[in-house]
């Protein structure tokens, strides 16, 4: 049989695009809250023996991850052969080491409760940093797409007409790949960081691009800190309206409204809904995923 999608809440277009994408069917899960905040989950139809698969962007997880696990118990209880996980934007990879003595490594334990869940999970850009694999935290299969063809695409479309500015030094490897991909210029920031939100930037020389539109690239805007800094200074130098684009928009607090304060433009893609979510990267999850559901649905 084939493989059914389920949306977790606020994940209905994502699982729409992903049954229609892979020509599966679209399961309908009712959920809802009691008086006490405790989670109601029913499945509608018969999943025993097929291959289920949750969608849910993990963004904003605390609220989130409790009735994640839930549903993938109660489908394992109502007889699936498997359940899958969607993810597009994966969280808690911020913390893959102790920095200070009795910090949580939050990015394993995260890991660890994903992985006993679920036989399989698939996500776009997970912020790896200091691991070099999905592999070294998560015991289950990891799908890994990337959004850079369609941020590519989207820098394509303004050839010419821009350059491309990297946050800092780590992200050099991966700006430039995107900008030679996107035959666009670019240049990376030095960036000291303080705190969370005590951030100081020093650009290389960027005068040389005077004319051109500055695209700030990175992989997620979380507090926009670094880029509002950067934007105030490339605004101030006289350059035109500077475009944020990044694969995953966080947009913690009001970081949006702090950013178009600043001067900016922001585009990012839908792996998190929202009114800046203009790319849409549910075509590469299609592909990515449609492998695994033909493998599972062979007898």
Same mark, same amino acid.
């Given at each position: 049989?084939?493989?059914?999608?389920?949306?977790?809440?606020?994940?209905?277009?994502?699982?729409?695009?992903?049954?229609?994408?892979?020509?599966?069917?679209?399961?309908s899960?009712?959920?809802?809250?009691?008086?006490?905040?405790?989670?109601?989950?029913?499945?509608?139809?018969?999943?025993?023996?097929?291959?289920?698969?949750?969608?849910?962007?993990?963004?904003?997880?605390d609220?989130?991850?409790?009735?994640?696990?839930?549903a993938?118990?109660?489908?394992?209880?109502?007889?699936?052969?498997?359940? $899958?996980?969607?993810?597009?934007?994966?969280?808690?990879?911020?913390?893959?080491?102790?920095?200070?003595?009795?910090e949580a490594?939050?990015?394993?334990a995260?890991?660890r409760?994903?992985?006993?869940?679920?036989d399989?999970?698939?996500?776009?850009?997970p912020?790896?940093?200091?691991?070099?694999?999905?592999?070294?935290?998560?015991?289950?299969?990891?799908?890994?797409?990337?959004?850079?063809?369609?941020?590519?695409?989207?820098?394509?479309?303004?050839? $010419?007409?821009?350059?491309?500015?990297?946050?800092?030094?780590?992200?050099?490897?991966?700006v430039?790949?995107?900008a030679?991909?996107?035959e666009a210029?670019?240049?990376?920031?030095?960036?000291?960081?303080?705190?969370d939100?005590?951030?100081?930037?020093?650009?290389?020389?960027?005068?040389?691009?005077?004319?051109?539109?500055?695209?700030?690239?990175?992989?997620?805007?979380?507090? $926009?800190?670094?880029?509002?800094?950067?934007?105030?200074?490339?605004?101030?130098?006289?350059f035109?309206?500077?475009?944020?684009?990044?694969a995953? $928009?966080?947009?913690?607090?009001d970081?949006?409204?702090?950013?178009?304060?600043?001067?900016?433009?922001?585009?990012?893609?839908?792996?998190?809904?929202?009114?800046?979510?203009?790319?849409?990267?549910?075509p590469?999850?299609?592909?990515?995923?449609?492998?695994?559901?033909?493998?599972?649905?062979?007898p």
């Amino acid at each position: 049989m084939t493989a059914v999608f389920f949306a977790m809440p606020g994940n209905e277009s994502l699982a729409a695009a992903l049954a229609s994408g892979t020509a599966t069917e679209l399961g309908s899960l009712e959920y809802r809250k009691f008086p006490d905040q405790e989670s109601y989950l029913r499945f509608l139809g018969n999943v025993t023996g097929r291959n289920a698969v949750l969608a849910c962007s993990l963004h904003d997880p605390d609220g989130k991850t409790l009735p994640l696990l839930l549903a993938a118990a109660a489908l394992r209880d109502l007889g699936a052969k498997s359940v $899958g996980l969607v993810a597009p934007y994966l969280s808690y990879m911020r913390q893959d080491r102790r920095f200070k003595e009795g910090e949580a490594i939050t990015s394993l334990a995260f890991a660890r409760l994903l992985s006993g869940a679920f036989d399989w999970i698939a996500t776009i850009d997970p912020h790896l940093h200091r691991y070099a694999s999905m592999a070294e935290i998560y015991s289950i299969p990891a799908l890994v797409g990337h959004a850079a063809p369609v941020l590519v695409d989207y820098l394509r479309q303004r050839h $010419g007409t821009i350059f491309l500015v990297g946050p800092d030094e780590e992200s050099e490897q991966w700006v430039s790949s995107v900008a030679k991909a996107a035959e666009a210029p670019y240049v990376t920031l030095r960036k000291t960081r303080r705190g969370d939100n005590d951030v100081s930037i020093n650009f290389p020389d960027i005068m040389k691009f005077d004319g051109l539109t500055p695209v700030l690239i990175d992989d997620i805007i979380s507090s $926009g800190h670094t880029m509002q800094v950067a934007v105030t200074q490339l605004v101030a130098l006289g350059f035109g309206q500077p475009v944020c684009l990044a694969a995953h $928009g966080i947009l913690a607090a009001d970081a949006m409204q702090r950013l178009k304060a600043a001067g900016a433009v922001i585009v990012t893609t839908n792996t998190i809904p929202g009114p800046t979510a203009a790319l849409d990267v549910n075509p590469l999850l299609v592909e990515l995923i449609r492998p695994k559901l033909i493998g599972e649905s062979k007898p």
